[in-house]
């Protein structure tokens, strides 16, 4: 069995994603001969074991000929019999994947379909590549839907596998809670739902309540934010502080009261999970992927997607009641070592896949 070779494709970045991937990697090195792909040069501060071998593609993006060519003359030459694959490395490992008949050909799939416009012959095409796919990985029961809804893939190739961040919270220096900031983290785009956030803070101060928000992001619609934050005369208390690294932003998470995720839609939410990583209370919208993370009332607060009043109002519970929000914190933070820790996801991955190949 340790002859046998897997390809794991991702970017190998200072990311949650490569953090899991990476550790994923070396987990299943233990047993089998690891290659990864990666469409960007591996940071200094990435350790890998020195028999997993790195390849980079020859583009950027690995969606030309020249890369289905790179990737079959490895096929050919490692002969894996796994290959992982996911975001614009798929449709090549899929088509590529196939002519060289790998027994096992996953395709990983992290974003819903409504985050990107689709044409028609996108769908058609992103449809044939699935059916191509021996199993397709979903990170959340939403994106799974999504996937059958979409693109006509059957639900019994599907396995939900949700996404996982390390246990950054013992690795912080210890950092005193803002009692009065509340902190959004992501794209600035109409899909997140940050001019929801912006009008609840209307309506919170209103009830003479001190409370600032830090947006950490950027995205097309920065402008039209800031001048919602100066119509509605909240310049003093929104602060759009731009891209932060990992590092930052997790200590932006441990420092705020509370952290918002208003999103109308989202595949899962990695902001979820890493704010609860660092014991912080998490207020999401009640759709998708983030409702299936948040357990309301115990483990962190839900509210109406798009409502900005109901969002105060969870708010305005929380500001209200420390103590409330000290419990949910501690509870989310239980459920995220229970479920979305990277070492438990990996062994739990590890042994998924080990199954696939046996």
């Known amino acids: 069995m340790e002859n046998k070779t897997i390809f794991i494709s991702f970017s190998l970045a200072n990311s949650s994603v490569s953090d899991y991937f990476v550790d994923l990697c070396i987990r299943l090195n233990s047993t089998f001969k690891v290659v990864i792909f990666s469409d960007s040069q591996k940071p200094e501060s990435i350790l890998l074991p020195e028999d997993i071998e790195v390849k980079y593609w020859p583009s950027k993006r690995p969606t030309k000929f020249k890369d289905g060519y790179f990737l079959y003359k490895n096929i050919a030459k490692y002969k894996p019999v796994l290959t992982i694959s996911m975001f614009g490395s798929v449709n090549i490992f899929m088509l590529v994947g196939w002519f060289c008949n790998v027994q096992n050909r996953v395709a990983c799939v992290r974003t819903l379909s409504s ?59 210890n950092i005193e809670i803002q009692t009065n900031k509340i902190v959004y983290v992501g794209r600035l785009h109409p899909s997140k739902g940050i001019d929801i956030l912006i009008d609840a803070l209307s309506i919170i101060r209103d009830k003479k309540i001190d409370i600032h928000l830090d947006i950490i992001g950027e995205g097309p619609i920065e402008n039209k934010l800031k001048e919602q934050s100066a119509h509605l005369k909240l310049d003093n208390i929104i602060h759009f502080l731009g891209s932060k690294n990992k590092e930052d932003v997790l200590k932006a998470f441990k420092s705020s009261y509370c952290a918002v995720i208003p999103s109308n839609t989202e595949a899962f939410g990695y902001t979820v999970i890493e704010a609860m990583s660092v014991e912080t209370c998490v207020i999401g919208a009640n759709n998708t992927g983030i409702k299936e993370i948040i357990i309301p009332e115990q483990t962190g607060l839900l509210f109406e997607t798009g409502n900005a009043e109901d969002l105060a109002n969870k708010l305005e519970s929380i500001f209200r009641n420390k103590t409330w929000r000290n419990t949910l914190s501690k509870n989310g933070f239980d459920r995220f070592l229970n479920n979305y820790e990277t070492e438990y996801a990996v062994n739990r991955d590890f042994t998924f896949f080990k199954k696939m190949i046996e």
């Not at 021996?134 to 809804?149: F, G, H, L, P, Y």
């Open 115 to 173: 985050q990107f416009p689709q044409k028609k012959i996108n769908v058609i095409r992103k449809s044939l590549v699935y059916k191509l796919a021996t199993r397709i990985i979903t990170n959340s029961e939403a994106t799974k839907q999504d996937v059958i809804d979409n693109f006509g893939v059957d639900e019994k190739k599907i396995k939900v596998l949700p996404n996982s961040v390390k246990n950054y919270n013992d690795t912080l220096p």
